[in-house]
């Protein structure tokens, strides 16, 4: 894995690790579905999905998003 690579995933988790504490102050669908629109536009579907993961909501509108 390149340091470019390497940089984004940091990233991706950097941007899914502070959308669930946005989350836990404001529990909203609109906030879910934002959510979903960054990790589409960030990529790196299986670190979104690791930091959700006690979220089956979220895990289950992100393997959505992915799907289609």
């Known amino acids: 894995m390149n340091t470019l690579e390497e940089l984004n995933i940091k990233r991706a988790h950097r941007f899914a690790s502070d959308a ?3 989350l836990k102050r404001s529990d909203t ?12 536009s960030c990529g790196h579907k299986d670190v979104w999905i690791s930091v959700f993961k006690d979220d089956n909501d979220m895990v289950a509108r ?7």
Not at 29 to 40: K, M, N, P, S, Y
Not at 63 to 68: A, D, G, V
């Open 20 to 22: 669930k504490e946005r």
């Open 62 to 68: 992100l393997i959505y998003m992915y799907m289609f």
């Open 29 to 40: 669908d609109d906030l879910r579905e934002q959510i979903v629109e960054t990790a589409r």
